[in-house]
C-alpha cells in the first residue's frame, strides 16, 4: 500500500520569507502523480501544484514550487515570499493511474506578520 | 462554473441515528470521492464512484455506504452513528481522465454525533 508521510505537524514562517514543507512518500510504481493541497480555514481544499513522476522537471506555480526526488521519494514545497493568505493546513498527496488520492496527515502552516 | 457542492454544511445526529450527506461534482465530472477528515487524522479514504459503480472502497465497516445517481450526484449514509463518526466529510470530483490532474474538493458537511 502506498503511504505519505508529513513528519512536521508544524512550521512557521515570517511573511516575506521562504519556507519549506516535507513530505516522503512510499510505492513501488514508477509512474505516478504527487499533489500539494491548501485547506484554509474555510475547509476547502485547494490544488496548490501538481507533479507527474515520469517529468525530471520540478513544477512551478507562481511563489509555489516543488523540489522532487524520484529516487529519494521526496517531494517537498517550498513557498517563496510568503503571505499572510498562506497560512492554512497543507496536504501532500500521492496516484498512481486508476486509483484514489491518498493524502498525508498535513502540517499547519502560519505566517507571522 | 459551479463548483463541488455539499449538503448540508452542518448537521448534528444523535448516536445510532442515520445521516445522509450530499454532494453535487463540478459539471462534467463522472468520479465522485468521499473523505473523512476528523481531527488529528488527516484526510481517510470513504468511497469512490465512477459512472454509477463503486470502484473502491476505504477501510470502514459496512454502515457506511452511499451511492452515485444517473446525474452524477452523490449521497454518503451513514447508519447507527457512533460518537467517533464526528468529523468533516469531504466530498471531491475528477474529470473522465481519472483524477491524475488532482480532485476538485466541496467545502464539506460538519457532522456531529452527540
Known amino acids: 500500500a502506498q503511504t505519505v508521510t508529513q513528519s512536521q505537524p508544524e512550521m512557521s514562517v515570517q511573511e516575506a520569507e521562504t519556507v519549506t514543507l516535507s513530505c516522503t512518500y512510499d510505492t513501488s510504481e514508477s509512474d505516478y502523480y504527487l499533489f500539494w493541497y491548501k485547506q484554509p480555514p474555510s475547509r476547502q481544499m485547494i490544488l496548490v501544484i501538481r507533479?507527474?513522476?515520469?517529468?525530471?522537471q520540478n513544477a512551478t506555480e507562481n511563489r509555489f514550487s516543488v523540489n522532487f526526488q524520484k529516487a529519494a521519494k521526496s517531494f517537498s514545497l517550498k513557498i517563496s515570499d510568503s503571505q499572510l493568505g498562506d497560512a492554512a493546513m497543507y496536504f501532500c498527496?500521492?496516484?498512481?493511474?486508476?486509483?484514489?488520492?491518498?493524502f498525508g496527515k498535513g502540517i499547519t502552516l502560519s505566517v507571522r506578520p | 462554473e459551479a463548483g463541488v457542492t455539499q449538503s448540508p454544511t452542518h448537521l448534528i445526529k444523535t448516536r445510532g441515528q442515520q445521516a445522509t450527506l450530499r454532494c453535487s461534482p463540478i459539471?462534467?465530472?463522472?468520479?465522485v470521492y468521499w473523505y473523512q477528515q476528523a481531527l488529528g487524522l488527516g484526510l481517510q479514504f470513504l468511497l469512490w464512484?465512477?459512472?454509477?459503480?463503486?470502484?473502491n472502497r476505504g477501510n470502514f465497516p459496512p454502515r457506511f455506504s452511499g451511492r452515485q445517481f444517473p446525474n452524477y450526484s452523490s449521497e454518503l449514509n451513514v447508519n447507527a452513528l457512533e460518537l467517533e463518526d464526528s468529523a468533516l466529510y469531504l466530498c471531491?470530483?475528477?474529470?473522465?481522465?481519472?483524477?491524475?490532474?488532482?480532485?476538485?474538493f466541496g467545502s464539506g458537511t460538519r457532522l456531529t454525533v452527540v
Open positions: 498527496a500521492y496516484k498512481k493511474a486508476n486509483s484514489k488520492l491518498t
Open positions: 471531491a470530483s475528477s474529470d473522465p481522465r481519472g483524477g491524475n490532474y488532482g480532485y476538485t
Open positions: 464512484y465512477d459512472e454509477g459503480e463503486e470502484r
Open positions: 459539471s462534467g465530472h463522472t468520479s
Open positions: 507533479q507527474e513522476a515520469y517529468k525530471q
